[in-house]
């Protein structure tokens, strides 16, 4: 039986206690919108105004691989976590005559972005780059903003502004350094020591794909073209083939998993039997199943 380690952690506890977390291939790219980011905004200052002690955001499953922490389902809101984190440090480091400020900037950077010249968080291969330029590296947001071509970069500047317009918001009835200071803090500890999530971890591949695939199998956060994306991956066993072929599908759909789904559904109502969206990824798996019975 395949052992798995479950742990209530802090997003403090999460981010200093490991330092490899990577989001894998067949993952999806970042996705939440301004309906997230709400609930995400809302539950913080529920928190932030003593209305609950901690908030629960989730489970973060990761499959532990070749040194790295993939994360096979919770990376949405990590993601989240690490852009609002930035924004954090960078409203920290815009405070210049506050030495304690600067501090405060230098330490979120040091402690939980970037750890001894390690990203703790590293974003699939195709966005990592942009990810790290616009995001980790401080003071980059807006040379890099405008250059987002993808939905996933277009996101992560969308994200970053939605909670930069909170903060500004509050800073109107906080005009002085020490109060900006003061509010800036308060966001700060309550995210990382009073936010938690439940980890779960395993050191097994096929394990992995198929808590993802359980866990969304009701597409409760994906599409079908992320679910067809994970069933081939597993089966490819780390076969480069299939993800040379999946990128050349999605780079004329800009990578958007919902068009690809549309694109996918078509296809196969021209060549199969008639299938709702809903019912897609159900009838290609079980189309898998069938050729793998046959061969």
Not at 88 to 94: M, N
Request: with cysteine.
């Amino acid at each position: 039986m395949t052992e798995m380690n479950f742990a209530r952690k802090s997003i403090q506890s999460l981010l200093t206690e490991n330092s490899n977390f990577a989001v894998p291939a067949y993952q999806r790219g970042y996705a939440w919108d301004v309906n997230q980011w709400e609930d995400f905004w809302s539950d913080l200052q529920e928190v932030v105004s003593s209305d609950e002690d901690d908030h629960f955001l989730g489970q973060v499953v990761v499959n532990n691989l070749d040194g790295r922490a993939y994360i096979v389902d919770g990376q949405q809101r990590v993601t989240t976590v690490v852009i609002m984190l930035a924004l954090l440090r960078d409203q920290f480091a815009h405070l210049t005559d506050s030495p304690k400020a600067q501090v405060r900037a230098e330490d979120i950077q040091n402690d939980l972005i970037c750890r001894n010249g390690n990203y703790v968080f590293t974003q699939s291969e195709q966005l990592s780059d942009y990810f790290r330029q616009l995001i980790q590296v401080p003071n980059e947001f807006e040379a890099y903003s405008k250059q987002a071509k993808i939905d996933s970069e277009k996101n992560f500047v969308k994200a970053y502004n939605y909670f930069n317009n909170k903060i500004q918001a509050a800073f109107k009835t906080r005009k002085t350094i020490p109060e900006r200071l003061e509010y800036l803090e308060l966001q700060k500890k309550m995210l990382l020591e009073h936010e938690f999530v439940m980890l779960i971890s395993t050191n097994d591949e096929s394990s992995a794909f198929i808590i993802f695939e359980t866990l969304n199998a009701r597409g409760r956060d994906l599409d079908s073209s992320d679910l067809l994306k994970n069933h081939l991956f597993r089966k490819a066993k780390g076969d480069d083939t299939i993800k040379h072929y999946w990128d050349q599908m999605m780079d004329p759909l800009g990578y958007s998993s919902s068009v690809a789904t549309k694109f996918i559904r078509s296809y196969w109502n021209a060549t199969e039997p008639f299938t709702t969206e809903k019912k897609l990824y159900r009838s290609l798996s079980q189309k898998n199943s069938d050729c793998q019975r046959s061969s």
